[in-house]
């Protein structure tokens, strides 16, 4: 290593690899993905974000949001259940086939009425599958169904991991670091109101007991009430700490990034990262993209975010 | 010539050095004072949103001061602001001490810090006027980063020409490290400019192209120049060789072929092989952290009282940094813990590790051995102050923000704690954080002192002098 050149050279070298590594080819890969179909179900995931969520986005960035809250839901790893549809006719068999199976719900009474019920809880595939073939070679019907695991799962923060699908259409792609706040990954499942987002924005101690997020009060115009009440004026703004006489008036960056929480929903079940879920029609399995729903859906206040 | 043969002549230079450099003693005076005027803002900035920790409600109201925008800021001001300016300023003093050369095209330079400065003034207005571009550490908006790059591109001709110019013929140590990196910001900064700010790529290829970017200006950009300014200063201060070129060589080579390739976490939403790839680099790069372990042991073997001497211990510090956050990234990759403190403010602690323990501390020693060379004297008193106010401070930042990352990961593996729980159990070590960014912000005022009344001194005194040299080799 005398010569400049040759340092040139060595350190253009490794560069190029990781350039080539981790900026072009990922482009290839990631960079013409397209949309999948969810599985079971074959609806389009995802879908682009309504307009007002995408300026929400971009309220978003502007904030710096993504300092303390990740979208990424982790997952350790999945466990599948057992699910027996139908008992069948062969009534004793099926009785020895669960006894031998699951012995302490064999022991219950009514073991096989009120179906479909889980016969096996958190085992592996292969023991879903032995299961499976001896309940059905009793004449019953079972089907294995699949549960995502890990802390984040139990915690509620989504039904399974976060996949490069999630962000598809969202630019820049705010995937965090830190969760200084909780993961909104699928906030706009937990949390479908509207009206709470807002109230949360402009005092999120007020509503979130213990919340160390700062207020944004700077996204609410607070006004005199006039003549008549403005009715796009935020509900309750007097549990807010605001004194009578007076409203709250939401400006367009909050209620934008408000339609933004309401569209985070992650939570479609795809090939790249299965869960079971209930069969559902297709138009309800559509309202599983990231598709915001209608603005008015209220919700009970004590979910948390 | 090897790099100790133009340095064991006394490390203080005869005072007939100063006026044949003085255009360049101006350019490095001002590339230190403006580096350190970003230094200072944007740990005053990194202040107030620590102290958002201890009241969510602490100048919340206005939009430019929310903690989004505000943290942002002090991130963004202490890697471009500082680092790539206090490290060009290094990077031309190192190549015109080990050259024994004039920098070249002063004029040039200094032209460039004014273009970079104004990038750096036009990023931090964006910030905080909401302009952020949404990836971490990476926050200035296009119009900011298009200023940045030409002003390091104008500074980078200038330092290459100096390198050039140089009167020994086989490149030291810390000579091919700055050469390395000197083309090495502009590639990665211009990729990651056009590909995520101007013409965006879609999906999560932009976060890969972050983790990539981050990585590399993190990790290689601040390791070859912090290290290089180590590997100058130590033997310099020693008396003796840096020991071994080898083992330079080695530290030189792993690091940019594998720390290239580190930084995407293991649990990122994109296909298996790009994290697998990564926490495989990952791990690798422990060779290169003992091959920093060993050279710098190598070299102050024995001389330890004088590694950690007054001139020093910036540079021993700096290394010492740098290894505790090797540990921590390899050692929490390589037992799989990775994943659960990936969201956690581990990351935060690491990354105040590198910029400011490993890196600033570094360039704080280059920035007094500049003045002890300019001043043909001893380093200043205040250097001794200064630097451990730094140290305090950088480990009263890290350890509870590491400790804090702890808390954070385990609780949140349970998920029987409520999240607003996991939150409450960090903020004692996040309120004890604040006294690290407050010693920060007064080491790194007590810095930009030090440097405004060199400049108002030297200014004061030889004024009439510099300037004469100074124009008269321009026109020359």
Known sequence: MNYGPIVFLAAFFALVSSWYGFVVKPQFQLGHMMPTNTVPGGVTYPTARPGLAQQGLQVYRA??????????????????EVILRDAGTNLPSMEAAVRHLAPKLAEQPNALENLPKPVLRNVSKEEADRAIKLLNASGGKAAPWVVAAGPDIERGWGKRRSVA????????????????????????????????????????????????????????????????????????????????????????????????????????????????????????????????PAQGATQPEAAKP | MSISSSLTSPSAPQQGDVPRYAAGWVLLLALFISAASWLLLGSVFGLIS??????????????????????????????????????????????????????????MAALGACVLNVGVLAGLGGILAGHISGFEGFEMPGYAAVFILAGYMLVGVSVVL??????????????????????????????ASLLLLFLPVRGVAQSVIAWWYTANFQLVWLGLVGLASAFYLLPRILGRELNS?????????????????????????????????????????????????????????????????????FSSFGLSALLFFGLLTVGLTAIGKNEWLNFTWINAARFHLLAYGFFSMIIFGCIFTAASDFFASPLPRIARAQFWLAAIGTVLLSLPLAGAGIVQALKLRNPDIAFVDVTKATLHFLRLSTIGDLLLVVANAMLLFYLVSVAIGAFRERGRKLYQTATAEVVR
């Not at chain 1, 993504?66 to 999945?78: E, F, K, L, T």
């Not at chain 2, 002090?74 to 015109?96: D, P, R």
């Open chain 1, 63 to 80: 904030n710096g949001c993504y300092q303390c809250h990740s979208q990424q839901v982790m997952q350790d790893g999945a466990f599948f």
């Open chain 1, 165 to 292: 699908e999630d962000f598809l259409y969202d630019s820049p792609v705010m995937a965090g670091g830190q969760r200084i706040g909780p993961d909104l990954a699928n906030v706009g499942l937990r949390q479908p109101d509207i009206n709470w987002h807002l109230r949360h924005f402009y005092a999120p101690a007020a509503v979130v007991k213990g919340s160390v997020m700062p207020p944004y009060k700077f996204f609410f115009e607070k006004r005199k009430i006039g003549r008549r009440p403005n009715p796009g004026a935020l509900q309750g703004a007097q549990e807010l700490g605001i004194e009578p006489g007076y409203e709250l008036i939401p400006k367009q960056d909050a209620i934008a990034l408000a339609a933004y929480m309401l569209s985070l929903r992650a939570d479609a079940p795809l090939y790249s990262a299965p869960y079971s879920v209930a069969s559902a029609p297709p138009a309800q399995a559509a309202q599983q993209t990231n598709a915001a």
């Open chain 2, 50 to 107: 620590s102290i958002k920790f201890h009241s969510p409600g602490f100048l919340a109201d206005p939009a430019w001061l929310t903690y989004g925008r505000v943290r942002a800021a002090a991130v963004n001001l202490l890697l471009y602001g500082f680092c790539l300016q206090g490290g060009l300023g290094a990077a031309l003093w190192i190549l015109m001490r080990t050259g024994r050369t004039a920098i070249i095209l002063p004029l």
């Open chain 2, 162 to 191: 100096t390198l050039r110019a140089r009167q020994n013929d086989r490149l030291s140590v810390p000579q091919w490290f700055l050469l390395a990196a000197v083309f090495w910001f502009p590639w990665i900064y211009s990729t």
């Open chain 2, 245 to 313: 070129r080898n083992l330079a060589l080695f530290c030189f080579w792993t690091l940019v072929l594998f720390g290239s390739w580190t930084g995407v976490p293991r649990s990122a939403p994109v296909p298996a092989w790009i994290p697998a790839w990564s926490v495989a680099a990952t791990v690798i790069t422990s060779v290169f952290y003992i091959g920093v372990l060993l050279t710098s042991r190598a070299t102050t073997f024995g001389q330890c009282r004088l590694a950690w001497g007054e001139a020093g211990r």
